[in-house]
């Protein structure tokens, strides 16, 4: 008898089907959309004081802030309350802002006025804000406080339990005034800084330390120090670890 041959008991798996430009570009068009997973968010309350004598740092401010969104642009995002008050009992919140030119629309509408301090006001929008939705930092710059430090320190206290520091940055040499935000700082857990009248430079250099602060924490200030020593030194010394 002829011999049989074995039969086949498989046969070859087809090759794989390429895929199209069009499939391609699909899929690359849906990973754009994903949202950003590795990237920090971070949420800042910017106040200030407008009393009368404040017109020239507010000028400044208006100028610089952008720094702060491109400073905080190199860790991830962040989004700015502004706070101010000025004249009689006037003290207004702008809703929150992640773009530097709308921030500079809201500033440059506003002109300082004679009044007295309310930054009891201020603390306590900064304490209801941050019970909705979690605020990173909470920057005062101003020269002056007429208050009662005790109902302040109170206040600053509640910030600390709530985890939201304070960075109480004074312009001028006001001895009072520099003790009272000196235990603002601490209470909350953030930093005191002085700076000199109309020091631009300083005022730009401490704000975008802390909108990096407010997005990535301490150790991406402790990063961002490598950059600027002189002022960042300052804030991380007193900031817990």
């Not at 962040?78 to 500033?107: N, P």
């Amino acid at each position: 008898m002829p011999e049989r041959k074995p039969a086949i008991s498989g046969k070859s798996a087809p090759p794989a089907k390429k895929s199209t430009d069009k499939e391609v570009d699909i899929f690359l068009d849906k990973l754009a959309r994903l949202p950003k997973t590795t990237s920090a968010k971070g949420r800042l309350i910017f106040a200030l004081d407008a009393t009368a004598s404040r017109q020239m740092t507010w000028d400044q401010a208006c100028h610089i802030q952008a720094m702060m969104f491109k400073e905080a642009g190199r860790v991830g995002d962040l989004e700015i309350q502004l706070i101010f008050y000025r004249g009689f009992g006037e003290c207004k919140a702008s809703t929150w802002v992640s773009d530097t030119d709308h921030l500079t629309r809201l500033m440059t509408s506003v002109h300082c006025l004679a009044g007295s301090t309310q930054i009891e006001k201020v603390l306590k929008r900064a304490v209801k804000e941050t019970t909705k939705k979690k605020v990173n930092a909470l920057v005062f710059v101003g020269d002056a406080m007429e208050e009662d430090i005790d109902t302040l320190g109170h206040l600053a206290g509640q910030l600390g339990l709530h985890g939201l520091p304070c960075f109480m940055f004074h312009e001028g040499g006001d001895p009072i005034v520099q003790t009272a935000f000196k235990q603002f700082a601490r209470l909350s857990g953030g930093a005191y800084c002085p700076f000199n009248d109309g020091a631009a430079q300083q005022l730009k250099d401490l704000l975008a330390a802390v909108a990096v602060f407010a997005v990535g924490g301490r150790k991406a200030l402790v990063d961002y120090s490598q950059k600027n020593k002189t002022m960042t030194a300052k804030l991380l010394a007193q900031i817990p670890e």
